[in-house]
């Protein structure tokens, strides 16, 4: 796999059916090791140990209804009451962060109204915090820690 602009860690591969499988630590189970499969495991273990997000409260391709339809976030961090507060979609890293990138989050947000959002693709990643209230967003310069995470939007500003 291709060597990611994120830390490294301790991962598990093998060979099942004869397809290449990463240990995925949160789903707890292997699962097919596509390149964008790739970045979402270095982005979770970055948000694990950088951020200190804790491994018990993100999911992961998490199922999401809107109108008629289901999506999946790629990955969802939540608080300790189980309310989501970020949403990060990951993508290979061939593939450029556009604003339609944005958007596909954002498109998720209808249904999760989560504060902050992220995309990923393992060379470079951008977050933004949301208000929900003015439906204005703004870039940061880094992911805010878990704690930050956590608080109330207006407690951010």
Same mark, same amino acid.
């Given at each position: 796999m291709e060597k990611l602009n994120l830390p490294s860690y301790d991962y598990t591969l093998r060979t099942q059916n004869k397809q290449r499988v990463i240990l995925d630590p949160i789903r707890k189970r292997f699962v097919p090791l596509t390149p964008e499969e790739w970045? *979402?495991? %270095?982005?979770?273990? =970055?948000?694990?140990?950088?951020?200190?997000?804790?491994?018990?409260?993100?999911?992961?391709?998490?199922?999401?209804?809107?109108?008629?339809? =289901?999506?999946?976030?790629?990955i969802v961090v939540y608080n300790r009451q189980i309310q989501p507060v970020m949403i990060v979609e990951c993508k290979r890293p061939s593939v450029q962060l556009t604003q339609?990138?944005?958007?596909?989050?954002? %498109?998720?947000?209808?249904?999760?109204?989560?504060p902050y959002l992220a995309i990923a693709n393992g060379m470079m990643y951008y977050c933004c915090v949301f208000d929900?209230?003015? *439906?204005?967003y703004r870039f940061l310069d880094e992911i805010p820690h878990y704690q930050t995470l956590i608080l109330p939007i207006n407690a951010n500003q």
């Open positions: 970045v *979402r495991q %270095h982005f979770v273990q =970055y948000l694990i140990r950088n951020f200190g997000v804790p491994p018990a409260l993100i999911g992961i391709e998490v199922s999401i209804p809107i109108q008629d339809r =289901y999506y999946r976030a790629d339609n990138t944005f958007d596909q989050v954002g %498109h998720y947000n209808i249904a999760l109204k989560v929900q209230i003015n *439906r204005s």
